[in-house]
């Protein structure tokens, strides 16, 4: 027992030690600091000495010894007047008169308990009397409570610039006092000073000096501590776990004395009662939001944590997926977990310009008619950005607006947020009333404003992806029925030219027979046109096959010789990849262009080979050729014609066409020479050898 008391005052010792340098290298840092603490900093000076020797004395004495409390006393004093001085920083030395009697009163106290003390030592009575330790005591808790008092008065009633210096000694003063409070508290109830807590008091010195040393740095005032809301939410409810649990443990002993018979009976209906009302917490959403209103009321400057909540926006808008809720739906919780609202609707404007309902989140049973609101009623939300607070408006403390009778008559509807993108209204977001009801106020008006300007530029983007979407299509469909028309005005061209010559040729029999092969073979084209367009879909590829490359020039070539001088030249067996319909169109299209090119008489030529990977079909005019910046930038644009009356996209299909099949359409031009179209596709051998391989 005694090797442990002996342990305990060593480490006791220097903990006191330690307690005195760290005040020590205080006093210097506050010293070179000048203009730091004003005309305090001398008094802070002489108070952080006078802390030292007190740690010293009762480090070498010990803390019960009686120069040790003769040294405290000399302290309490020290820093008593320092927090006078501190009250000249920002000059209210004047108006804190009725505090002088204060600072008198706790100055004679301290005097008269440091007397006794050195009275009752000189006279060698003894201190262990428990009348006169509590009494000497008691003196101690007056001053130490008075201090603490002077403390606040001087923090609370300075200026917002001053608090930033006044803070730190201040917190030093706190640090002192505040575990010297319980120290002799502890010391009062039991009747003896507790060691444990008075070895700590040389530590807590020390943590006080290093907090009047970072006041006394450059930088000091620009030092902020600001927790999170989660640390500080979590922080108060441990806090209130363990004030719950000191106060179960607390009112439990004191029934303990109420006697055997009622005591555990008091217990068990305590902690039932306490259980009851603990649950009721939990279990209580009302209750739960008031308790979160009133602690971000109190504790924080502002009651949203905005990088919370735009992290949580950005998180709700952003999530996208298969199992994401659409964006209408993602509009309406953004806004809704602002103000922690269950439910809400999202309004849309329609083709009138009239609000209809867009889509409902947690709100099923809503009844909203048709046209939610008229144009009307839309005009302060539009011209003004409104937000309007539902309640104030059924009680005619708001703006008059003319709600329809479903808004008013539901009471569940709390608030209505625009969202405006560049002057024009998006939608309206209307938000169910919270759990706990509270006026919406300057704080939720501009967030849930710049809320709903974002969230309008969603809509805006969203309906304009829709719009480019929908245009792509029809702009997908009237290609093709360009194309169609183009191959109608060929195939127009080709039975006005059989009908002017039949009038002259009518009685030869070959040209009947040609006559009939033509008409069949417009027929046949005119009935693909129709395939073409009964199957259309945008993005759709039809399948190919293995064909005779020659023999579709052939054909094509066949349709053309008996009006224009057409030659085909074969270089042997050219079996390609393909769809006979599109490669016919292409050399339809391209034979077509050169004859139009080629002056009266000129030969076309058609010639069909193959090299080691592709099947070559070229087409070969003598016309008067291209320059390269029309090869560039006009040959293959749609709807750029230089003949009279054309369309401008032959050329540009016979492209697509062969690309769809997998091959590519070259083309070689001199002015003045003519110009060669070359169709490569993939030839069918080489494709089988890659699939064995």
């Known amino acids: 027992m005694s090797m442990s008391v002996s342990l305990l005052g060593a480490i006791e010792a220097i903990l006191w030690f330690t307690g005195a340098l760290a005040c020590i290298a205080t006093l210097v840092l506050v010293h070179r600091s000048r203009g730091r603490f004003g005309s305090a900093r001398i008094a802070l000076c002489a108070a952080l000495g006078v802390t030292a020797i007190w740690l010293i004395t009762g480090a070498v004495?010990?803390?019960?010894?009686?120069?040790?409390?003769?040294?405290?006393?000399?302290?309490?004093?020290?820093?008593?007047?320092?927090?006078f001085r501190l009250f000249a920083i920002d000059g209210r030395l004047d108006s804190v008169r009725p505090v002088r009697p204060l600072l008198a009163a706790l100055a004679f106290v301290e005097l008269l308990q440091s007397g006794s003390l050195v009275a009752l030592n000189l006279s060698g009575s003894a201190l262990a009397q428990d009348s006169v330790f509590r009494s000497l005591v008691s003196l101690r808790l007056l001053v130490l409570v008075g201090g603490l008092v002077l403390v606040h008065n001087l923090y609370a009633g300075a200026a917002q610039q001053a608090?930033?210096?006044?803070?730190?000694?201040?917190?030093?003063?706190?640090?002192?006092?505040?575990?010297?409070?319980?120290?002799?508290?502890?010391?009062?109830?039991?009747?003896?000073?507790?060691?444990?807590?008075?070895?700590?008091?040389?530590?807590?010195?020390?943590?006080?000096?290093?907090?009047?040393?970072?006041?006394?740095?450059?930088?000091?005032?620009?030092?902020?501590?600001?927790?999170?809301?989660?640390?500080?939410?979590?922080?108060?409810s441990l806090l209130l776990i363990g004030g719950y649990l000191s106060l179960m443990v607390a009112v439990s002993q004191w029934l303990s004395f109420v006697g055997e018979g009622y005591g555990r009976l008091l217990q068990v209906a305590f902690v039932a009662a306490v259980g009851t009302a603990g649950t009721f917490v939990a279990l209580s959403p009302r209750l739960r939001a008031w308790l979160r209103v009133t602690l971000v009321k109190h504790l924080f400057r502002h009651r949203y944590d905005y990088r919370a909540e735009w992290l949580r926006f950005t998180s709700t808008i952003g999530h996208v997926g298969p199992e994401s809720a659409p964006l209408n739906e993602r509009v309406i919780r953004a806004v809704s977990d602002i103000t922690d609202s269950p439910a809400g609707l999202l309004l849309v404007p329609g083709d009138t310009g009239a609000l209809h309902l867009?889509?409902?989140?947690?709100?099923?049973?809503?009844?909203?008619?048709?046209?939610?609101?008229?144009?009307?009623?839309?005009?302060?939300?539009?011209?003004?950005?409104?937000?309007?607070?539902l309640d104030a408006e059924r009680r005619g403390a708001g703006a008059g607006l003319l709600l329809p009778e479903w808004?008013?008559?539901?009471?569940?509807?709390?608030?209505?947020?625009?969202?405006?993108?560049?002057?024009?209204?998006?939608?309206?977001?209307?938000?169910a009333r919270p759990a706990h009801v509270r006026s919406l106020d300057w704080e939720d008006f501009d967030l849930l404003g710049v809320v709903g300007r974002q969230l309008a530029s969603y809509l805006a983007e969203h309906a304009g992806q829709a719009a480019l979407a929908e245009a792509a299509r029809f702009d997908e469909f009237h290609r093709r029925i360009a194309f169609v028309m183009h191959d109608i005005k060929n195939l127009a061209s080709q039975l006005g030219l059989l009908a002017r010559n039949a009038e002259r040729h009518a009685d030869n029999p070959e040209f009947r027979a040609d006559m009939?092969?033509?008409?069949?073979?417009?027929?046949?084209?005119?009935?693909?046109l129709v395939a073409r367009l009964s199957r259309y879909r945008p993005g759709s590829v039809e399948p190919t096959a293995p064909l005779a490359a020659e023999e579709v020039a052939r054909s094509v070539v066949s349709q053309?010789?008996?009006?224009?001088?057409?030659?085909?030249?074969?270089?042997?067996?050219?079996?390609?990849?393909?769809?006979?319909?599109?490669?016919?169109?292409?050399?339809?299209?391209l034979v077509q262009?050169?004859?139009?090119?080629?002056?009266?008489?000129?030969?076309?030529?058609?010639?069909?080979?193959?090299d080691d990977t592709h099947g070559r079909i070229e087409v070969i005019d003598s016309g008067p050729g291209m320059s390269p910046s029309f090869i560039r930038s006009r040959l293959f644009r749609p709807f750029d014609s230089t003949k009279a009356g054309g369309f401008g996209i032959g050329?540009?299909?016979a492209r697509e066409l062969v690309r769809t099949m997998g091959g590519a359409l070259e083309v070689d031009s001199k002015e003045g020479l003519g110009s060669r179209f070359t169709v490569l596709l993939p030839l069918a051998q080489r494709t089988r050898e890659a699939m064995v391989a």
Request: overall charge negative.
């Open 61 to 83: 004495k010990g803390a019960e010894a009686g120069a040790t409390g003769a040294a405290e006393g000399l302290r309490n004093l020290a820093w008593i007047f320092a927090l």
């Open 651 to 653: 050329a540009y299909e």
């Open 407 to 431: 808004l008013a008559s539901d009471h569940r509807a709390w608030a209505l947020v625009p969202l405006l993108h560049f002057g024009r209204l998006e939608g309206i977001v209307v938000l």
């Open 593 to 610: 262009n050169a004859l139009d090119a080629c002056p009266g008489g000129t030969p076309v030529v058609v010639a069909v080979g193959s």
């Open 163 to 236: 608090r930033l210096a006044i803070r730190w000694p201040a917190l030093t003063a706190t640090l002192l006092w505040g575990l010297d409070l319980n120290h002799y508290a502890i010391a009062f109830l039991t009747g003896d000073a507790p060691q444990v807590i008075s070895a700590l008091r040389g530590i807590s010195a020390a943590v006080a000096a290093g907090l009047l040393a970072i006041g006394a740095t450059a930088k000091s005032e620009t030092l902020r501590f600001q927790p999170s809301r989660s640390v500080t939410f979590q922080s108060i």
């Open 560 to 589: 053309f010789q008996l009006h224009h001088r057409l030659d085909l030249v074969e270089h042997g067996r050219c079996e390609v990849l393909a769809s006979a319909e599109k490669l016919e169109q292409v050399l339809l299209h």
């Open 516 to 528: 009939l092969l033509t008409l069949r073979n417009s027929t046949d084209k005119l009935n693909g």
């Open 358 to 389: 867009a889509a409902q989140w947690n709100w099923v049973e809503a009844e909203v008619p048709s046209t939610a609101m008229d144009q009307i009623a839309l005009q302060p939300f539009e011209r003004e950005g409104f937000i309007a607070d």
